[in-house]
Structure formats: structure tokens, C-alpha cells
């Protein structure tokens, strides 16, 4: 059985990326208030393994967790990517007439814009996770408040929908991110399968030094699928930039980065792993 680590609580989408990435092995999930809190369960036991968030296609980057994983000593194994959809769900005993407040992450009370403007009657009210805003309503019995979540989560914590697919946009896909201790990532990864890696690196402030790394790629045929700058805290105007590449030869792969490393500072493999191409079924 693995032990997989979650920001969130059960019901989560962080819950049904990690079922639907392992859909055909058995797992034991521990449930983080933080991503903070994931990274430190494995740190504590290198046997736990973690999924998180990294970008949605409405939102953007999670950019804090960029940063959480290039400092955690973890590596990247796999990737998912989960359509997200979400409902309004209440008490059994509410209704659209009895519902004063709708509560739920504040990602999630955007990517509803739409549906809230159609209700300025609702008080919309930011809280820590769209399951948990569903569990807190059951468990508290919160008369006249509303949560958005998936519909899964309303469910599972015995709550009545009062609409589905209430997000604005009905592309809405979350990348999720699958990590673990170096040491265990070959028992997770197939390594023969690996066609994509995270790269991190810095520069030397200098005319035209991310044309020239980005140049290298193309040489060896590496298709730059993502890249994301985020400032160096303390160094004005340097950053960090976060790169995302495919390629269909590990070796031509692992040539390229031997001969962008004299180009750059402090560049990292965060992780190579197989390119979860295949958006979900809506």
C-alpha cells in the first residue's frame, strides 16, 4: 500500500488526482492543512509520496510551490492532470431560498465568477479548501451557508447539490505534481517511459543568455513546453526560471543539459518523468 501525502482534506481534488493516478493500487492518504505540511511527511518517512498542485488552466501557477519543491529535496516521478468541475452544495435541510453565504477556496470562488454575479445574493467567503469548506458545513451543521466542491466531496460528507458544473469556464484542468525522496523514485517511475523533466535555473546577467540556453534545446530537439520566472528574494531584478521540457531520447535529453549547465547557475533537475498527455474526459 503507498502512503500518499495531500494538501486538503477527503473529497478533495488533491484526493481524486491521487486515486485517479494510482487507480489500479491500493493507498493510504494523509491529509496536510499545508503544502508545507506534505513536503514534511516525507522528509519524516521517505516512504510517503506527495501530489500537488502546480498550475491550473484558469488560475495560472501555484507559485509558492515552486518554491517549496526546489527547497524540499524531493523529486518529480509523474504528473496528472484532472478536469476540475465544481458544484454548490448545501445542508439536506437548505434551499436556494434559505442560502445566505456560498464558502470555498478563494481559486475556486474565481474560476465561479460567473455563476456568483448571476447570485449577488450569496455572500461569497474565502476559506482553506473546497472539501474542507463542505466537511465544516456538515460537521458544524451550518444552517443557510453553501460550499463549492466537487460533487464527489458533497457526498461524501452527506450534503444536498444544488448545482453542477457551476465553474465558468468547463476547460478547467489542475496539473498535479507526484513526489518523492530520490531514493525511492525509481520504484514509482518507469524510467524506460521518462519523456519529460523540471528543470530550475538561474543566470548570469548578461545580453542574451536565456536565448542561448533556449537555443541549446532546440538543437537537440527538446520541445519547451512551460517556462515560468520567479524572482531571486534579495538579488534585484535575477531570477529563478522554472522550465518544463519533453523530448522522445533520454540520452540526446541528458546531452542537452550537459551543454546548457556552463551556460547557467545553480540549475536542477527537479524531476524526470512520463508526460501525462492525455487531457481527462469531460
Known amino acids: 500500500m503507498k502512503r500518499i501525502a495531500i494538501q486538503g482534506v477527503i473529497g478533495s481534488f488533491h484526493d481524486m488526482a491521487a486515486h485517479q493516478y494510482f487507480k489500479d493500487e491500493q493507498i493510504q492518504l494523509i491529509c496536510c492543512d499545508t503544502f508545507e505540511q506534505l513536503f514534511e511527511n516525507i522528509k519524516r518517512d521517505p516512504t510517503v509520496i506527495g501530489m500537488l498542485a502546480i498550475e491550473n488552466t484558469i488560475a495560472g501557477s501555484l507559485l509558492h510551490n515552486y518554491e517549496l519543491l526546489r527547497d524540499s529535496g524531493t523529486t518529480i516521478v509523474g504528473e496528472h492532470k484532472l478536469h476540475i468541475e465544481h458544484s454548490i452544495c448545501c445542508l439536506p435541510e437548505d434551499t436556494w431560498e434559505t442560502v445566505k453565504e456560498v464558502h470555498s477556496h478563494p481559486v475556486a470562488l474565481m474560476q465561479c465568477r460567473g455563476f456568483l454575479a448571476n ?5 461569497a467567503v474565502e476559506a482553506p479548501d473546497t472539501a474542507g469548506s463542505a466537511m465544516f458545513i456538515s460537521e458544524k451543521q451550518c444552517r443557510g451557508w453553501a460550499a463549492i466542491c466537487s460533487a464527489d466531496a458533497a457526498k461524501h460528507y452527506g450534503m444536498k447539490v444544488l448545482q453542477n458544473s457551476i465553474e465558468d469556464n468547463k476547460h478547467n484542468f489542475t496539473r498535479f505534481l507526484v513526489v518523492s525522496n530520490p531514493n525511492k523514485a525509481d520504484f514509482i517511475r518507469p524510467l524506460e517511459k521518462t519523456n519529460k523533466a523540471s528543470l530550475v535555473f538561474s543566470l548570469p546577467h548578461a545580453e542574451g543568455s536565456l536565448s542561448q540556453v533556449l537555443s541549446i534545446l532546440s538543437f537537440y530537439k527538446i520541445n519547451l513546453t512551460k517556462i515560468q520566472s520567479l524572482p531571486i528574494i534579495g538579488h534585484e531584478w535575477e531570477y529563478m526560471f522554472y522550465v518544463d521540457v519533453t523530448f522522445d531520447s533520454l540520452t540526446r535529453y ?27 474526459k469531460n
Open 119 to 123: 447570485h449577488p445574493d450569496l455572500k
Open 254 to 280: 541528458r546531452q542537452s543539459i550537459d551543454a546548457i549547465m556552463p551556460l547557467t547557475k545553480e540549475l536542477k533537475v527537479l524531476g524526470e518523468y512520463n508526460d501525462d498527455g492525455q487531457q481527462p
